[in-house]
């Protein structure tokens, strides 16, 4: 089955600076990769996703590049704000396998 | 738009007792919903994947006895916890994926969870 690792598990910014969570994937069928954002207490939410027939998606401060030779994705914000501190997880997922593997998660603080 | 609600937001139950919990697509129809289990700082661990007007596929190591999972309609899908014991104290949520054109299957959106603590 597929099997997703994510680094880093941990990672702290300073306001205003970039940071990047990277993943990568086993499956080299895979050709959807989601990533949600989860607050304290809360349900994951979707934030960004790319499917493979790109290589890069961008929304505002959030872009994510995919790289299916290397079969690894990230996540890139920039211009962080304290609002953005949250737990970041990626998945991979393959139309037809009917679920998604998730990454263990990224904590972001963004210091004010 | 794609909202997801679950009900209840928290519950807390003596140990023996059944918990029902609901997931709600508010502003789609859903042909397929998820059920995981997240324990504090750990990844989403998907229990059960469940089709409208079908028997819910469970995932290794997951009693379906236990875990009841019903998708009545194609926006109402409950899981109930049937004899809850405290290690079954955990946060659950429900993910609705909704029926679209092919090609865009995949989107999940996720409801805000379910605090179960059983005493």
Sequence with gaps: ????????????VQEGDSAVIKC??????????????QELGKGPQLIIDIRSNVGEKKDQRIAV?????????????????????A?????????????????DGTTLTVKP | GAVVSQHPSRVICKSG??????????????TTMFWYRQFPKQSLMLMATSNEGSKATYEQGVEKDKFLINHASLTLSTLTVTSAHPEDSSFYICSAAPLRLAGDEETQYFGPGTRLLVL
């Excluded at chain 1, 089955?1 to 702290?12: M, W």
């Excluded at chain 1, 030779?69 to 990230?74: D, L, M």
């Excluded at chain 1, 139309?95 to 593997?101: I, L």
């Excluded at chain 2, 007792?17 to 859903?30: G, M, N, P, W, Y």
Aim: net charge negative.
């Design chain 1, 1 to 12: 089955g597929e099997n997703v690792e994510q680094h880093p598990s941990t990672l702290s």
């Design chain 1, 65 to 85: 590049t995919l790289n299916k030779t290397a079969k690894h994705f990230s996540l890139h914000i920039t211009e962080t704000q304290p609002e953005d501190s």
């Design chain 2, 17 to 30: 007792t059944s918990v029902k919990i609901e997931c709600r697509s508010l502003d789609f129809q859903a």
């Design chain 1, 87 to 103: 737990v970041y997880f990626c998945a991979a997922r393959y139309t037809n396998a009917g679920k998604s593997t998730f990454g």
């Design chain 1, 24 to 37: 990568t994937y086993s499956d080299s069928a895979s050709n959807y990769f989601p990533w949600y954002k």
